[in-house]
C-alpha cells in the first residue's frame, strides 16, 4: 500500500516557476515507477512526465519538454516536478501516481498506476 500526498501548486503568473512535490508512504516507494498527470477543466488526465524506480529513465509529453523536469529521492520517499516557463494552458489540476513493474509501453496510460494522490492545483494567469 503506497499513500502519495502532492503539495507546491498555486497561482502563478505566466513565464513563473513552481516545485511540486509528491511525498509517499510506505517502505517499497523504490520499487515503483511513478508518474506526473494533470486534467484540465472538461479534459481527460494526461500524462506530463514519468520515471522509473531508478530516476535513470525519464518521459515528458511534448507541450512540456525543455520546461518542466521530473525527478525523485528515493531516500526522501518523494518525487519531484519542477514546472518553469509556465503557460495558462498548464492550468490544471496535477496528480502524482504510482506503479509497479518494469518500465513499458503503457507508462502514459493512468490505468495502468495504481495509487493517486489527491492532487494539487496548478494556476497560470495571463
Known amino acids: 500500500q503506497v499513500q502519495l500526498v502532492e503539495s507546491g501548486g498555486g497561482l502563478v503568473q505566466a513565464g513563473g516557476s513552481l516545485s511540486l512535490s509528491c511525498a509517499a508512504s510506505?517502505?517499497?516507494?523504490?520499487?515503483?515507477?511513478l508518474g506526473w498527470f494533470r486534467q484540465a477543466a472538461g479534459k481527460e488526465r494526461e500524462i506530463v512526465a514519468a520515471i522509473d524506480w531508478s530516476g535513470g529513465t525519464t518521459y515528458y509529453t511534448e507541450s512540456v519538454k525543455g520546461r518542466f523536469t521530473i525527478s525523485r529521492d528515493n531516500a526522501k520517499n518523494t518525487v519531484y516536478l519542477q514546472v518553469s516557463s509556465l503557460k495558462p494552458e498548464d492550468t490544471a489540476i496535477y496528480y502524482c501516481?504510482?506503479?509497479?513493474?518494469?518500465?513499458?509501453?503503457?507508462?502514459?496510460?493512468?490505468?495502468?498506476?495504481?495509487?493517486w494522490g489527491q492532487g494539487t492545483q496548478v494556476t497560470v494567469s495571463s
Open positions: 510506505g517502505r517499497t516507494f523504490s520499487s515503483y515507477g
Open positions: 501516481a504510482a506503479r509497479l513493474g518494469p518500465w513499458s509501453a503503457t507508462f502514459h496510460r493512468p490505468i495502468t498506476y495504481t495509487y
